[in-house]
Nanobody, 114 residues
Framework: QVQLVESGGGLVQVGGSLRLSCAGS????????MAWYRQAPGKQRELVAQ????????NYADSVKGRFTISRDNAKNILYLQMSSLKPEDTAVYYC???????WGQGTQVTVSS
């Protein structure tokens, strides 16, 4: 199974930007669609963005559309989430997920302060 490690989270002010990365292990990284999820305190984990295996198709939650961009570099086995115009409601632990694996990484904390 693909092992995934998220990074790039941190504390940022409202309106700021962050880029999250998700490094995947193994030779099958490029075979599968991938996604970013997030979980805020006391809330269920929710889907943020999805990307096809070749990176040609993307989908976004309405709450992040126009502010977040998902991308991937299959040569480096890395998934990205560029986040801009951040809002306090974007505060959450962000996780990446491969469609080819049931496992989750440890997540990376994003905190947006007002």
């Amino acid at each position: 199974q693909v092992q995934l490690v998220e990074s790039g989270g941190g504390l940022v002010q409202v309106g700021g930007s962050l880029r999250l990365s998700c490094a995947g292990s193994g030779s099958t990284f490029s075979w599968f669609a991938m996604a970013w999820y997030r979980q805020a305190p006391g809330k269920q984990r929710e889907l943020v963005a999805q990307i096809g295996s070749a990176g040609g198709s993307t989908n976004y939650a309405d709450s992040v559309k126009g502010r977040f961009t998902i991308s991937r570099d299959n040569a480096k086995n890395i998934l990205y989430l560029q986040m801009s115009s951040l809002k306090p409601e974007d505060t959450a632990v962000y996780y990446c997920k491969s469609a080819g694996s049931e496992s989750w990484g440890q997540g990376t904390q994003v905190t947006v302060s007002s």
